[in-house]
Each structure stands twice: as structure tokens, then as C-alpha cells.
């Protein structure tokens, strides 16, 4: 059974940084494509950043520049660098397969930016 951990969320202010970890166990990840999503309050989960097997990335318009999406296929974990902060950043933080697998999703970890 296929299960991922997301952790490294936290409350921070604006212009700040966190690194999101998303931990893979039940299969290895190092053959997967995979990708963050996020979903903040009243909206639809959206698509954040995906990193391939062999490591090409691809970014929403709305994080490229400020957000790292990166993979350590030995420890089967996938990591989200998110610098410069904003409030509109607010959400619960999802990773899993791209494209997404609907029994992949895990828990999620929460990111609050605060203004």
C-alpha cells in the first residue's frame, strides 16, 4: 500500500521560507513523475510544481521563481523549497503522483503566511 507523508509546514510571515518534505513509502517514487498541489480555503485543489524521474521540473506561474520543487530518489522523498513567502501562498500542501493518483493523497501540511 502506496502511502505519502507531507511535513515542513508551519505559520510564517511574508518574505519568509519553508521546506516542504513529502515522504514515499509502499513503492519507490524514483520511477514516478511527481508533484505538489495545494488547496486553500473555498477554492479548488491546484496544481503547484512537478519534478520527473529524471529530474525535469515544471512550475505554476503563480510559484515559478520563488518555489524549488527536488527529489532524493534514495530516500524515496520529493522536497518543496518555497522562498519569499506571500499570504496568498496560505494553503494545505499536497504531494503525490503527477499526474495525481486519487488513492495517493495524503494528509497534507499546512502553510500559513501571514501579512
Known amino acids: 500500500q502506496v502511502q505519502l507523508v507531507e511535513s515542513g509546514g508551519g505559520l510564517v510571515q511574508a518574505g519568509d521560507s519553508l521546506r516542504l518534505s513529502c515522504a514515499v513509502s509502499?513503492?519507490?517514487?524514483?520511477?514516478?513523475?511527481m508533484g505538489w498541489f495545494r488547496q486553500a480555503p473555498g477554492k479548488e485543489r491546484e496544481f503547484v510544481a512537478t519534478?520527473?524521474?529524471?529530474?525535469?521540473?515544471f512550475y505554476a506561474n503563480s510559484v515559478k521563481g520563488r518555489f524549488t520543487i527536488s527529489r532524493d530518489n534514495a530516500k524515496n522523498t520529493v522536497y518543496l523549497q518555497m522562498n519569499s513567502l506571500k499570504p496568498e501562498d496560505t494553503a494545505v500542501y499536497y504531494c503525490?503522483?503527477?499526474?495525481?493518483?486519487?488513492?495517493?493523497w495524503g494528509q497534507g501540511t499546512q502553510v500559513t503566511v501571514s501579512s
Open positions: 509502499g513503492r519507490t517514487s524514483s520511477s514516478l513523475a
Open positions: 519534478i520527473t524521474w529524471s529530474g525535469s521540473t
Open positions: 503525490n503522483a503527477f499526474p495525481p493518483l486519487n488513492t495517493y
